[in-house]
């Protein structure tokens, strides 16, 4: 799509991004139900498997130049699965053993982490207000975490994690994306984490109860249908003007888990996440502004 097409959708993009908020949501909810019967390994992996199933018809239809693709770049699309696997893992570790709400607020450090990472490994420049913004930011996690007032717990550890394995997904992506379309990026990376996943799942091999089956199906369509409308959202307009309604996650979340769990994020929740998103949305002004 050309600049000019996304330029001409700014609406059709916020609302693709609303959706996206709005699935990413109930997909912490849905971890959430799922946690009291199953381990975090067990939910990747029957999410991935049911996930799968849903892109089978694309991956009938294109097979031939996926694989072709695949074996171009194996090497980074088995990084890619292995990067998403354990950010996933991650964040569903976060989401059974801590307030829901706060994990999406840690996971907003992602986009700072993406601008780390890219530098390292890209070889991109930043400038000094990026790199203060960056520092903002991350002082907004701790306001969050609190180390030395609370006790920081593996949960919130693992959130950040996954913000720090999400930003090198990206990157992987970043790369792939250059010579691969995103689609089959996409697919393909999902039955590569699809084998990851089964591994270490196959060592106590259950099944889940079929009152389970409905909660899994609904984690595989909310997640990948939030997926979808993220990049269909920035693929409509500018990123500078959608991502801003990322932040929508929080309050969805945070509704949800007062609703249906009891739990409400805290004052400073609150605070942290303000400043992490305020400080996120700056340098993704400056990195647009900078390769105009």
């Not at 292995?82 to 840690?106: I, K, R």
């Not at 697919?187 to 196959?202: H, K, Q, T, W």
């Not at 089956?213 to 409308?229: D, K, M, S």
Request: contains cysteine; charged residues 10%; proline residues 3%.
């Amino acid at each position: 799509m050309s600049t000019s097409d996304r330029s001409n959708n700014p609406v059709r993009g916020i609302l693709w991004m609303v959706f996206a908020a709005i699935g990413y949501s109930i997909n912490a909810g849905l971890v959430k139900e799922l946690s009291s019967d199953l381990n975090t390994f067990e939910i990747v992996f029957w999410r991935s498997a049911f996930a799968s199933i849903f892109l089978l018809p694309w991956l009938c239809k294109n097979f031939s130049d996926g694989i072709r693709s695949v074996h171009r770049k194996w090497k980074l699309f088995v990084l890619r699965g292995l990067l998403t696997y354990a950010a996933m893992a991650s964040t569903y570790y976060a989401l059974s053993n801590m307030p829901l709400a706060d994990v999406y607020a840690l996971q907003f450090t992602n986009a700072l982490f993406t601008i780390l990472a890219a530098v390292l490994v890209l070889g991109e420049r930043a400038g000094r207000k990026t790199w203060v913004a960056c520092a903002v930011g991350f002082f907004g996690a701790l306001i969050i975490l609190r180390p030395g007032f609370e006790v920081v717990g593996f949960a919130a550890l693992a959130a950040i994690g996954s913000a720090i394995l999400y930003s090198a997904t990206n990157v992987t992506i970043k790369i792939l994306s250059r010579t691969e379309l995103t689609t089959t990026i996409t697919v393909f990376g999902n039955f590569i984490m699809l084998i990851i996943s089964a591994i270490p799942v196959m060592v106590n091999f259950t099944l889940p109860s079929l009152s389970l089956l409905p909660w899994i199906i609904a984690l595989a369509i909310f997640t990948t249908a939030a997926q979808w409308c993220l990049a269909h959202s920035i693929g409509l307009a500018d990123a500078r003007v959608v991502w801003p309604f990322d932040f929508l996650r929080l309050p969805f979340t945070a509704f949800i888990g007062w609703f249906f769990f009891s739990q409400l994020p805290d004052l400073w929740t609150w605070i942290g996440a303000i400043i992490i998103f305020t400080a996120s949305y700056y340098v993704i002004r400056l990195e647009a502004g900078d390769k105009k």
